[in-house]
């Protein structure tokens, strides 16, 4: 059976209006099953572009960037068929179309991917500039230049970016800042292009790889995925293929995360543990019990967690998208965490709800000193954005009384089924509706 893709965007203004409301100090219990990757399948749908056939793409987790990307997909004319709520066939050989406007972009970073995969379609593409998570300045310097080093020009106007060539050549790509998003968009430009790409000091993600398997099972022939080197020989055809997403790293590390922070046992399962190992590793050095199985982890700690410090890195380091998490779990430590943020210049905004709580953390720039406190207490907070939403859904079961956590549109965007996943643990946790302020003030003025 399969639905029309418009009736899912459909109503989600609704979700301004909606807080969580957790009461806190449960530990978590039980087991819960991991989603396919947020950033893997956000590069994985633009990618459908490049085949001249259907896509059948499975464990697509039901999340808000999933729904707006396919919206995209749609309106360029490809054909979406929702075969089950996480498996899709996409049919992109009627799409008609190289620009992508404001409309969708703006509510979504990943939406850049779409100039690599159409530039690497029709030697043409105009996409909007991208929105999503504000941590300070998020340039695009390394996309465009790997485009010219394709043989595109490119030029923004009115917050449009433009890229034409008439023949895209392989190049020698090399990265000056490791990059997700750049590595991604040249892979997608690159696959098609005459002769080899080499892509330098690229960036290892697990989802970087996901791109790559997806790709070569389209009849890519993309080497290196997973190292600082890709080689990418263009071929002048890609198939369509079959193709199931990798489990989402940052959801399981979160779920871990929360396990340990409210002193529970929970098993987390369909994950890769070799994708974990860097938070693993920070939870075994606070003192929590992590146990690897061939596709779950089993996380408990009886006790208050240790302090440690922490360093985000590109992958194979600790993940930037751990870094609010894991500040929550180090606020409750024994003893004073340093958490040194190196890959984006603004991530700690999410602190000052967290002071609302009662943690004792001063921000110096990328550096957060955090000494740990006995408790959290509960409090009205907000997400500021995808992973700061789960860091406050960690604090507030955590914490000791009643929290109401809003904009939950953020958290929408990267944790499919969080409010049920967490319930099934143990979690207090309802998703209430509230009346807009807004609207109140305005009727009591009338
Ligand atoms: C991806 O963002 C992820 N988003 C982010 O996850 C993640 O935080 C980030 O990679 C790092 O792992 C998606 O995959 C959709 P980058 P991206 O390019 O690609 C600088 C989440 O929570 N840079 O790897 O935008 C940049 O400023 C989200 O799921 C340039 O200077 O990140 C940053 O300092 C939040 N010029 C560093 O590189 C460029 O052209 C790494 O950014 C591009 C990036």
Same mark, same amino acid.
């Given at each position: 059976?399969?639905?029309?893709?418009?009736?899912?965007?459909?109503?989600?203004?609704?979700?301004?209006?909606?807080?969580?409301?957790?009461?806190?100090?449960?530990?978590?219990?039980?087991?819960?099953?991991?989603?396919?990757?947020?950033?893997?399948?956000?590069?994985? $749908?633009?990618?459908? /572009? !490049?085949?001249?056939? #259907?896509?059948?793409?499975?464990?697509?987790?039901?999340?808000?960037?999933?729904?707006?990307?396919?919206?995209?997909?749609?309106? /360029?004319?490809?054909? #979406?068929?929702?075969?089950?709520?996480?498996?899709?066939?996409?049919?992109? +050989?009627? *799409?008609?179309?190289?620009?992508?406007?404001?409309?969708?972009?703006?509510?979504?970073?990943?939406?850049?991917?779409?100039?690599?995969? @159409? @530039?690497?379609?029709?030697?043409?593409?105009?996409?909007?500039?991208?929105?999503?998570? %504000?941590?300070?300045? +998020?340039?695009?310097?390394?996309? !465009?230049?790997?485009?010219?080093?394709?043989?595109?020009?490119?030029?923004?106007?009115?917050?449009?970016?433009?890229?034409?060539?008439?023949? @895209?050549?392989?190049?020698?790509?090399?990265?000056?800042?490791?990059?997700?998003?750049?590595?991604?968009?040249?892979?997608?430009?690159?696959?098609?292009?005459?002769?080899?790409?080499?892509?330098?000091?690229?960036?290892?993600?697990?989802?970087?790889?996901? !791109?790559?398997?997806?790709?070569?099972?389209?009849?890519?022939?993309?080497?290196?995925?997973?190292?600082?080197?890709?080689?990418?020989?263009?071929?002048?055809? /890609?198939?369509?293929?079959?193709?199931?997403?990798?489990?989402?790293?940052?959801?399981?590390?979160?779920?871990?995360?929360?396990?340990?922070?409210?002193?529970?046992? *929970?098993?987390?399962?369909?994950?890769?543990?070799?994708?974990?190992?860097?938070?693993?590793?920070?939870?075994?050095?606070?003192?929590?019990? #992590?146990?690897?199985?061939?596709?779950?982890?089993?996380?408990?700690?009886?006790? +208050?967690?240790?302090?440690?410090?922490?360093?985000?890195?590109?992958?194979?380091?600790?993940?930037?998208?751990?870094?609010?998490?894991?500040?929550?779990? /180090?606020?409750?430590?024994?003893?004073?965490?340093?958490?040194?943020?190196?890959? %984006?210049?603004?991530?700690?905004?999410?602190?000052?709800? $967290? @002071?609302?709580?009662?943690?004792?953390?001063?921000?110096?720039?990328?550096?957060?000193? *955090?000494?740990?406190?006995?408790?959290?207490?509960?409090?009205?907070?907000?997400?500021?954005?995808?992973?700061?939403?789960?860091?406050?859904?960690?604090?507030?079961?955590?914490?000791?009384?009643?929290? $109401?956590?809003?904009?939950?549109?953020?958290?929408?965007?990267?944790?499919?089924?969080?409010?049920?996943?967490?319930?099934?643990?143990?979690?207090?946790?309802?998703?209430?509706?509230?009346?807009?302020?807004?609207?109140?003030?305005?009727?009591?003025?009338?």
């Amino acid at each position: 059976m399969s639905i029309p893709i418009n009736n899912l965007y459909e109503g989600s203004d609704i979700q301004k209006m909606e807080k969580i409301v957790i009461n806190g100090g449960t530990p978590l219990k039980g087991s819960v099953e991991i989603s396919g990757a947020k950033n893997a399948v956000v590069a994985i $749908l633009p990618a459908t /572009l !490049l085949a001249q056939d #259907v896509c059948r793409i499975e464990n697509i987790p039901d999340i808000s960037d999933v729904t707006i990307m396919l919206k995209i997909l749609s309106q /360029l004319g490809a054909q #979406v068929k929702m075969i089950n709520r996480s498996t899709y066939e996409i049919d992109t +050989r009627g *799409v008609n179309s190289y620009i992508v406007p404001n409309e969708h972009t703006k509510h979504l970073r990943a939406s850049y991917y779409m100039l690599g995969a @159409l @530039l690497g379609r029709f030697n043409k593409a105009k996409v909007s500039m991208p929105g999503g998570c %504000w941590f300070g300045v +998020r340039p695009i310097d390394l996309h !465009l230049r790997g485009f010219e080093l394709l043989g595109a020009s490119v030029s923004i106007d009115n917050a449009m970016v433009n890229a034409e060539a008439e023949e @895209l050549v392989g190049s020698v790509v090399y990265m000056d800042t490791v990059s997700v998003g750049a590595t991604v968009n040249v892979m997608l430009a690159a696959v098609k292009a005459k002769g080899q790409t080499i892509i330098e000091n690229a960036a290892r993600e697990p989802h970087i790889v996901d !791109l790559a398997n997806f790709l070569n099972s389209m009849g890519a022939d993309i080497r290196g995925a997973g190292t600082d080197t890709i080689k990418i020989y263009g071929v002048d055809e /890609l198939h369509g293929c079959t193709y199931s997403i990798i489990p989402d790293q940052i959801e399981a590390g979160t779920y871990m995360v929360a396990a340990a922070a409210t002193k529970g046992d *929970v098993v987390i399962k369909n994950v890769i543990p070799k994708h974990l190992e860097s938070i693993t590793k920070k939870l075994l050095d606070c003192g929590v019990e #992590v146990e690897e199985y061939d596709e779950a982890v089993r996380v408990s700690c009886s006790g +208050r967690p240790l302090r440690c410090n922490v360093k985000t890195m590109p992958h194979p380091g600790f993940p930037t998208d751990m870094q609010p998490q894991m500040t929550v779990l /180090l606020s409750i430590a024994d003893g004073t965490s340093i958490v040194s943020e190196s890959v %984006w210049d603004n991530r700690f905004r999410y602190v000052d709800q $967290l @002071l609302r709580m009662g943690a004792n953390i001063s921000v110096e720039g990328k550096v957060a000193i *955090v000494q740990g406190v006995e408790k959290l207490y509960g409090a009205p907070v907000g997400a500021d954005d995808l992973r700061a939403g789960a860091a406050m859904l960690i604090a507030a079961f955590a914490a000791e009384g009643q929290s $109401l956590i809003e904009n939950l549109s953020h958290i929408d965007r990267g944790y499919e089924r969080f409010v049920e996943k967490f319930r099934n643990l143990g979690a207090d946790i309802q998703r209430v509706e509230f009346p807009d302020p807004e609207e109140e003030s305005a009727e009591s003025v009338g």
